[in-house]
């Protein structure tokens, strides 16, 4: 895909993401990206333009982050021809894990990944579908160190600028489709 092409792709995405103030909380302005995949053709082209970057990068796994990080996570490692390892909230996870916690603006949360889930890992992809504060995704890149994965890049259909998230991936290759 071309800079144009992706130029006109990233305005069809921004066009068609729903925008919902006060959700879940007053302040924030939720980037609904259910519409982008009701929409096939589109979903399909940003799958796509998600992917492409990193074609030919050595990704052999993709690790996408619960819950709508799983959504475009799973078909870029399809497209990747790469393995899909979910860092899911705690809890869900049956087997032996390991564990990041990360801090939220009241508490923490953390993400859990199976022990085994990057055996023979050589690059690792995290998929996520926003970048806000970035503390969610620099969990996550932990979380793939801690199980003895290298993290490649980060990608994400969308960036919320103004929030610097970039700042706390440590240097790591950051993609994103969309910026607000
Ligand atoms: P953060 O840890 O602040 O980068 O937040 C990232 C996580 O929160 C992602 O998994 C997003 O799904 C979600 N998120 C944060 N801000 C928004 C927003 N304005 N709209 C939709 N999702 C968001």
Same mark, same amino acid.
């Given at each position: 895909?071309?800079?144009?092409?992706?130029?006109?792709?990233?305005?069809?995405?921004?066009?068609?993401?729903?925008?919902?103030?006060?959700f879940? $909380?007053?302040?924030?302005?939720?980037?609904?990206?259910?519409?982008?995949?009701?929409d096939?053709?589109?979903?399909?082209?940003?799958?796509?333009?998600?992917?492409?970057?990193?074609?030919?990068?050595g990704? =052999?796994?993709?690790?996408s982050?619960?819950?709508?990080?799983?959504?475009l996570?799973?078909?870029?490692a399809l497209?990747l021809?790469?393995?899909?390892?979910?860092?899911?909230?705690?809890g869900k996870?049956? %087997?032996? $894990?390991?564990?990041?916690?990360?801090?939220?603006?009241?508490?923490?949360?953390?993400?859990e990944?199976?022990?085994d %889930?990057?055996?023979?890992?050589?690059?690792?992809?995290?998929?996520?579908?926003?970048l806000?504060?970035?503390? =969610?995704?620099a969990?996550? +890149?932990?979380?793939?160190? $801690?199980?003895?994965g290298?993290?490649? %890049? +980060? @990608?994400?259909?969308?960036?919320?600028? %103004?929030?610097?998230?970039?700042? $706390?991936l440590?240097g790591?290759?950051v993609?994103?489709?969309? @910026?607000?």
């Amino acid at each position: 895909m071309n800079g144009e092409d992706r130029a006109a792709l990233a305005s069809a995405v921004k066009g068609t993401v729903r925008e919902v103030p006060d959700f879940p $909380k007053p302040g924030i302005l939720f980037k609904d990206i259910t519409p982008v995949l009701a929409d096939p053709a589109l979903f399909s082209r940003v799958m796509m333009a998600l992917a492409a970057p990193f074609e030919g990068q050595g990704i =052999t796994h993709v690790v996408s982050i619960e819950s709508r990080g799983f959504i475009l996570g799973a078909p870029v490692a399809l497209e990747l021809r790469a393995a899909f390892v979910p860092a899911r909230k705690p809890g869900k996870l049956p %087997a032996e $894990k390991v564990r990041e916690e990360y801090a939220l603006e009241y508490g923490t949360d953390a993400l859990e990944m199976h022990a085994d %889930a990057l055996r023979g890992a050589k690059g690792v992809l995290v998929v996520d579908d926003v970048l806000a504060t970035g503390g =969610t995704a620099a969990a996550a +890149c932990r979380l793939v160190e $801690k199980a003895g994965g290298k993290v490649v %890049a +980060c @990608t994400f259909l969308i960036e919320l600028l %103004a929030l610097n998230g970039r700042s $706390k991936l440590g240097g790591v290759r950051v993609e994103s489709l969309i @910026t607000y």
